[in-house]
């Protein structure tokens, strides 16, 4: 198999026995990209010259004998974490030309552990969508499928990750952005506890829900990088100070005895016969693998997505407001006055989903709304919160599927925000509650798309996630599947 | 009909941390502009606020001088609104949740001790400064100020005249100057105020409509922009009209209040917790760490110098004005144990020298100790009154002890009769025209023997003995 298509600890394995070289897995991901990325698009800035300098400093402290976590392994960021010296969009025409002073310390802990950062990848403006649809630099497509959307607003990452233009990425989840992306491009991909990876340097869309983590080829690959991103952060004061574990020591566990919880309302309407019947013959897998499923409720989950519809935008108003085009980013050069300048730079420099989020968020907040809104988005958030605390009394893990539907077409949703909204239902919950959640591949569509089985945990407990994770990847021989598929079926050679 | 005046302060101190609320950036003043703005303070994509606890630990120093409740679990909110000072958009402020509530602060006024209720003390950031270039119509922006941290003060609206408020404005800033947490410099604009004022027929309880007054930057301000603004509503009142609820301007130069020009545009800060910053916990422990290291207050010291030195409500004033100088006067004090004299001489010769200087009695060149020390050889007789002024001025200039400036200038008086008496028997025996006068009756001479035994002596005799032995001597 060709370098690229292998996953971290298969490279580093390869490293260290001395049969590759950083220089040669840059160069094989290189060409991939260069064969493949007209087609899916996934990158809006890449970072070839400085990878080949990290690629180099990678083999030079392999050759006296220094292997961190990471080293040689080209990783590939949305483009919505700072990076120092290289610009930081936010796939926003307003930020098109902002180049960050510092690192994110996600970026920072990455360079220290030796990654090679070959880019970065494209996302729904300000990570604000299901589809990377609404990308000021175009939309990326879906390597299964490239008239379909690759899942957002993580679509880049998710994309490159699964058409091995890196070998794995960091992505960032509000609602469900690492996850969805990562079903419906067939990959893993994980969204830890808020406040388990540090915030500094994810530019803001909503700071109570937004979370750093990974995409990669596999849950093992998922736990290397946790290993390296997560832990507290002094720059962060929602940063959690709880000790992390070595999450690769949960990855051999099994799940003999493990209780999965089952949630009735993530089964019911709405979600694609297809994709019910995936989820379900995995939890089949499970339960023959020794676990034990339990049935249990959240009770509010058809709330999370009104919720979330008033959180999000509401924080995200605020968030943007420092886009004015005065000190930094885009400025309209014909304003006649102050308000004129503001008005003509943001009108001009977001994009219409962006302007959506911020007219609701600002109507929520207003005097006159805000309790009718705010204030009781905030009180059913506590008690979407309880659901999970109540439920993970009777049970270790809960599995859902993680997006209702397969890959829809580029296009399908775009005119049809409400439409669009329901591609997070699934996923939202975790966001909310604070929870983490991780989605591993689960079979295909007749059509030949991906989806995706999501598992939720409590709070710090991520380690319960690589473990039914890796178990179920394991038990279904995920991995086998998706090579043969990719070789058989993608339509990108 | 009588009007009663009814008023509330808003207080802005600036805090005296070395760094910003949110960020590591110095807060000194005066610096180039943008000299102290990180990523943090121009509101960089990405950049997340961290507090600055010394702010809070000042902030609850307040709260406990001011007799405030304090709220164990307080937090911050964001106040959304654009202008090109703000660079985030929004100013972190606390609103629903702020540190502290429902205190007070005891004034003096002519008609007796007063409390003023505190609503409510919070903490805050600052925002930059706009720099406008009259001759192109561009501006800049120094964010030097902003992050830096503020406290806003509210007071309840039990204020009833502009004397009061000034009375108020001083007790507040005392308070927050010898907590050592705001320089309360009103010029540079660390202490600020703002002022709700309305009217209401006396006996009435509802309030009238309120203007606020901005722009008034000392204590003298304050008062005569409200006693303008108090007299200018009751003749619009009088006349039947009605105050119209705006903000004013005071103007320094004509002395009047002037609404605020340009259309007031209803703000919807649209408020909202900030999402970036947790709950600000504060324990009975940091409470009580915190109270440890408070001072005896201006209210209270004032109170005890009266009852403990028994000097007057005046001098206890003076003295307990400045925090260091009423150390600096109880130290006096214990080493010389006369505490009216030492308030005398402190008050008196050592304020004149240090304001004719403009020093500050942290740099007073005099250590309490010599000035207890030269009050002490004054009691005892062993200098004069007048050489006591002479040490005083070279101790200030010199910094050296009394007993070293005495043996240097030989300036220890002359008490011994064996010395002084041959000195006024030639001094007699050198004006015998006045002497056969002043035996002639012309008493009024007497004066003029004892000035010129003081020549003779450098001033150096004990006026008491020179008195003595020229009565026997003269007299015959």
Redo the contacts between chains.
């Keep these: 198999m060709e370098l690229h298509a292998l996953t971290i600890h298969e490279l580093q394995d390869k490293l260290r026995a001395g049969e590759t070289t950083a220089a040669d897995i840059l160069a094989s991901v290189c060409r991939r990209i260069d064969a493949v990325e007209d087609k899916v698009h996934a990158y809006i800035t890449l970072t070839r010259e400085a990878a080949e300098l990290q690629a180099a400093a990678a083999d030079a402290a392999i050759r006296r004998g220094e292997m961190e976590a990471l080293t040689g392994m080209p990783i590939a960021l949305k483009d919505i974490?700072?990076t120092r010296g290289v610009p930081?969009t936010?796939g926003s025409r307003i930020?098109a030309d902002?180049v960050?002073?510092?690192d994110?310390t996600v970026v920072e802990k990455l360079r220290a552990a030796g990654a090679v950062l070959v880019g970065k990848t494209n996302l729904d403006e300000f990570a604000m969508g299901s589809s990377t649809e609404t990308s000021y630099f175009g939309a990326t497509r879906n390597p299964w499928d490239l008239d379909r959307i690759p899942g957002g607003s993580s679509g880049g990452s998710a994309a490159a990750v699964a058409a091995d233009e890196c070998v794995a990425a960091l992505g960032s989840d509000t609602g469900g952005s690492i996850r969805q992306p990562a079903a419906l491009c067939g990959v893993v991909g994980m969204k830890p506890t808020y406040g388990r990876v540090s915030?500094?340097?994810?530019?803001?869309f909503?700071?109570?829900l937004d979370q750093v983590g990974p995409l990669t080829k596999d849950v093992e690959d998922a736990a290397i990088l946790m290993n390296v991103i997560a832990g507290h952060d002094?720059?962060?004061?929602?940063s959690a100070t709880v000790e992390v574990p070595d999450y690769r020591s949960f990855l051999n566990r099994g799940v003999a005895g493990l209780r999965i919880g089952v949630p009735r309302e993530y089964f019911l309407a709405g979600i694609d016969p297809e994709v019910r019947v995936a989820v379900e013959a995995a939890l089949g897998v499970l339960e023959a693998g020794g676990a034990r499923l339990v049935e249990i409720s959240l009770p509010h989950t058809e709330y999370c997505l009104a919720v979330y519809c008033i959180v999000a935008p509401?924080?995200a108003?605020?968030n943007?407001?420092?886009y004015?085009g005065?000190?930094?980013g885009f400025r309209a050069p014909e304003g006649r006055d102050?308000l004129d300048m503001?008005k003509q730079s943001r009108s001009a420099g977001f994009g219409a989903e962006v302007k959506r989020r911020i007219v609701i968020g600002?109507y929520v907040?207003?005097?006159g709304y805000?309790e009718a809104y705010?204030k009781q988005a905030s009180r059913v958030r506590a008690l979407i919160r309880r659901d999970f605390d109540q439920a993970f009394t009777r049970c270790d893990v809960i599995a859902t599927p993680t997006s209702p539907t397969a890959a829809f077409r580029i296009g399908e949703r775009i005119d049809d925000p409400l439409k669009m909204y329901l591609s997070d239902i699934l996923t939202i919950s975790a966001n909310l509650a604070g929870i983490p959640g991780i989605t591993v591949p689960c079979g295909f569509t007749a059509g030949g798309l991906p989806m995706g089985l999501q598992f939720l945990a409590g709070a710090f407990q991520e380690g319960l996630l690589i473990q039914a994770g890796a178990a179920y990847e394991t038990l279904a021989a995920t991995g086998p599947l998706i090579a043969r598929r990719k070789r058989e079926r993608m339509p990108l050679d | 009909m009588e009007f009663e005046p009814v008023i509330g302060l808003e207080v802005h101190a600036q805090l005296l941390t070395e760094s910003k609320i949110f960020c590591g950036c110095s807060t000194r003043f005066g610096a180039p502009p943008n000299a102290h703005a990180c990523?943090v303070c121009?509101?960089?994509?990405?950049?997340?606020?961290?507090?600055n606890r010394k702010v809070v630990e000042y902030a609850i120093k307040m709260a406990l001088a001011t007799h405030c409740r304090i709220n164990r679990e307080n937090g911050f909110a964001?106040k959304?609104y654009?202008y090109?000072d703000l660079?985030?958009?929004?100013q972190i402020t606390q609103y629903a949740h702020p540190l502290a509530e429902e205190g007070f602060v005891e004034v003096e006024t002519e008609e007796g001790t007063r409390r003023i209720g505190i609503i409510r003390i919070h903490m805050e950031e600052d925002a930059g400064k706009l720099i406008h270039d009259e001759r192109f119509p561009s501006s800049y922006?120094d964010l030097n100020r902003a992050g830096v941290p503020l406290m806003e003060i509210v007071s309840a609206p039990d204020i009833r005249s502009a004397g009061e408020a000034a009375a108020y404005l001083r007790r507040l800033h005392e308070i927050l100057v010898y907590l050592e947490i705001c320089d309360g410099n009103m010029e540079e604009g660390s202490f600020r105020c703002d002022a709700n004022v309305s009217l209401r027929p006396r006996g009435r309880e509802e309030f009238g409509i309120r203007t606020e007054l901005k722009n008034m930057n000392s204590f003298r301000n304050v008062q005569r922009a409200l006693d303008y603004e108090i007299e200018r509503q009751r003749r619009v009142l009088e006349e039947g009209g009605e105050v119209v609820q705006e903000t004013r301007l005071w103007d320094d130069a004509q002395g009047v209040t002037m609404p605020m020009r340009g259309k007031e545009e209803a703000h919807?800060y649209?408020?909202?917790p900030d999402?970036?910053?947790?709950a600000v916990a504060v324990s009975e422990a940091w409470v009580e760490e915190v109270r440890r290291t408070m001072p005896e207050l201006p209210l209270e010291k004032r109170r005890r110098f009266r009852r403990e030195y028994g000097i007057s409500a005046y001098d206890a004033g003076v003295l307990t004005a400045d925090r260091a100088l009423a150390d600096y006067y109880e130290e006096v004090v214990r080493g010389c144990d006369r505490p009216k004299l030492a308030a005398n001489w402190v008050m008196g010769d050592l304020l004149r020298l240090l304001n004719e200087d403009r020093r500050d009695i942290r740099d007073c060149p005099i250590p309490a100790a010599f000035l207890a020390e030269m009050i002490h050889l004054l009691e005892e007789g062993a200098i004069s009154g007048k050489m006591a002024k002479e040490i005083c001025e070279e101790m200030y200039r010199t910094g050296k002890a009394p007993r070293t400036i005495i043996a240097d200038r030989g300036l220890v008086q002359i008490t011994d009769e064996s010395v002084l008496l041959p000195v006024i028997e030639k001094v007699i025996a050198d004006h015998p025209n006045q002497l056969a006068q002043y035996r002639g009756g012309r008493e009024k001479l007497f004066g003029f023997f004892v000035g010129q035994v003081m020549k003779a002596t450098q001033g150096k005799a004990n006026p008491r003995l020179i008195n003595e032995l020229l009565v026997k001597l003269l007299t015959g």
């Design positions: 974490l700072c930081t936010c930020l902002f960050p002073p510092y994110a915030r500094f340097g994810l530019v803001a909503a700071s109570s002094p720059r962060e004061a929602t509401a924080e108003c605020s943007l407001a420092r004015d005065v000190r930094y102050l503001y600002t907040l207003s005097s805000y705010y | 990523p121009l509101g960089l994509p990405g950049i997340l606020p961290v507090l964001r959304n654009f090109p660079p985030k958009g929004y922006i919807d649209r408020y909202f999402p970036d910053l947790v």
